[in-house]
Nanobody, 117 residues
């Protein structure tokens, strides 16, 4: 089992920045990719960014050039630096961890990001 704990959400004005962190605990050796999804009210959960154990990244088109995902494998932590935030970035942000092999997904409880106009 893997537990994921997010932090760093909050209220920010449009154009501002936030950094989200997610710490994994438990069977962290099983984790390959880690990343972030978000879910806005009334919308489906969507991928924001993912990063593999070796550092290969993937971003949603809507955040390319504004968000940067990184990870520290020694600390079992993944980060999401969000710059130039827009009101449409307002959502609950969920940390995701995916295992090697079968690709089992683990989820954090989420952290709320609110961007005011």
């Amino acid at each position: 089992q893997v537990q994921l704990a997010e932090s760093g959400g909050g209220l920010v004005q449009a154009g501002g920045s936030l950094r989200l962190s997610c710490v994994a605990s438990g069977s962290t050796f099983s984790l390959n990719a880690m990343g972030w999804y978000r879910q806005a009210p009334g919308k489906q959960r969507e991928l924001v960014a993912m990063i593999s154990y070796s550092g290969v990244t993937n971003y949603a088109d809507s955040v390319k050039g504004r968000f940067t995902i990184s990870r520290d494998n020694a600390k079992n932590t993944v980060y999401l630096l969000m710059n130039s935030l827009k009101p449409e970035d307002t959502a609950d942000y969920y940390c995701n961890g995916r295992t090697w092999g079968y690709g089992m997904d683990y989820w954090g409880k989420g952290t709320l990001v609110t961007v005011s106009s």
